[in-house]
C-alpha cells in the first residue's frame, strides 16, 4: 500500500475543489498540515482583533465551514462566525493551536515526494520541471511560510484559520455557548457517566471560558428562584445538555458545568 496514500487523496481533492490553485498553494496546503499555525502567533490579543478586522470585510466565496489539512490540523473558515462563534473563542482555539511540531519538516518533505509523484501521474496540472525550480527556491529559503497565490486569492477569497484538529467536534457547542453568552448566561448539565469525550470536552471549555464546576444538580437548581432556564441543545456524543439561564438580577458570564452525582 502506498504510505502516501492519505496525502494523495487530500490533494487530488484539494484540487478539485480548487482549480485554479498554484505550486505556492499546494506548499501552503503542505506547510500547514505540517507546521499548523506556529508561524502565526504573537499574541492573543493580536490575534482576537485581527479575526475580527478579517470578518468584517469577508468576502469568501467557499461554502465548507472546514477543511481537513493532511495532519493534525483544520482550516476553519470564518464565515462559522456566522454559527454564532465569536471572534474572541476562535482565537483562543487558534491561539491555544500553535505550538513547535518538532518533526514538521521530515513530514513536509515527504508530502512533497507525494505531489511529486501525483504530478508525474498526470493527476495535478504542473510540470515536474516547474515544480523542482518551487522547491528548490522554497527549500534554499528554509522552506519558510507562504501565502497563497494571487490567482487563488482573487478566485476564491480565503479567510480562514488553523487549529488543531482535536478542537473540531466542539465547535457546534461553542458556537451556541457564544450565542447563549451574548445576553444570558450559560450552564452545561452532564447527564450520564462521564466518558472519554465528556472529559475531552471539559477539559476544552476550561482552556476557553472562564468556568466553574459544580457537583450537586438539585441544590443549585433549587437556588436559582430568579432565573428562567431554556434548553437549548443535548449533545448526545458528549452526553450533556447546554441551557440558556435568563436572570432578573444580571448577567453572569462564567460558564457553569453541573455534573449529575454518581
Given at each position: ?115 511529486e509523484e501525483l504530478i508525474h ?140 452525582p454518581d
Amino acid at each position: 500500500m502506498d504510505k502516501n496514500s492519505k496525502t494523495k487523496n487530500l490533494l487530488i481533492k484539494h484540487y478539485k475543489k480548487y482549480p485554479e490553485l498554484q505550486i505556492q498553494d499546494i506548499f501552503k496546503f503542505l506547510f500547514q498540515s505540517s507546521f499548523g499555525c506556529e508561524h502565526m502567533i504573537s499574541s492573543l490579543d493580536f490575534v482576537t482583533d485581527y479575526i475580527i478586522k478579517e470578518a468584517s470585510a469577508i468576502e469568501q466565496k467557499n461554502a465548507d465551514l472546514v477543511e481537513k489539512l493532511d495532519g493534525k490540523y483544520s482550516r476553519v473558515h470564518l464565515l462559522y462566525l456566522k454559527k454564532g462563534l465569536s471572534p474572541y473563542t476562535l482565537g483562543k482555539l487558534f491561539y491555544a493551536s500553535a505550538k513547535k511540531e518538532v518533526n514538521g519538516l521530515e513530514k513536509l518533505k515527504n508530502q512533497l515526494l507525494a505531489v511529486e509523484e501525483l504530478i508525474h501521474d498526470g493527476l495535478l496540472p504542473f510540470s515536474i520541471k516547474d515544480f523542482k525550480t518551487a522547491v528548490n527556491e522554497w527549500s534554499h529559503k528554509g522552506y519558510p511560510a507562504i501565502h497563497h497565490s494571487k490567482i487563488f486569492r482573487d478566485e476564491y477569497s480565503p479567510s480562514y484559520r488553523v487549529i488543531a484538529s482535536r478542537y473540531i467536534p466542539f465547535l457546534p457547542l461553542l458556537s451556541d455557548i457564544d450565542k447563549i453568552q451574548v445576553n444570558s448566561s450559560a450552564l452545561i448539565i452532564i447527564n450520564d457517566d462521564i466518558n472519554k469525550e465528556t472529559n475531552t470536552m471539559i477539559e476544552t471549555l476550561f482552556e476557553i471560558y472562564d468556568c466553574k464546576i459544580i457537583n450537586i444538580v438539585d441544590n443549585y437548581m433549587n437556588q436559582q428562584n430568579n432565573h428562567t432556564q431554556t434548553l437549548i441543545n443535548y449533545y448526545s456524543k458528549f452526553k450533556c445538555s447546554l441551557f440558556s439561564i435568563e436572570s432578573s438580577i444580571s448577567k453572569n458570564e462564567t460558564l457553569t458545568i453541573i455534573k449529575q452525582p454518581d
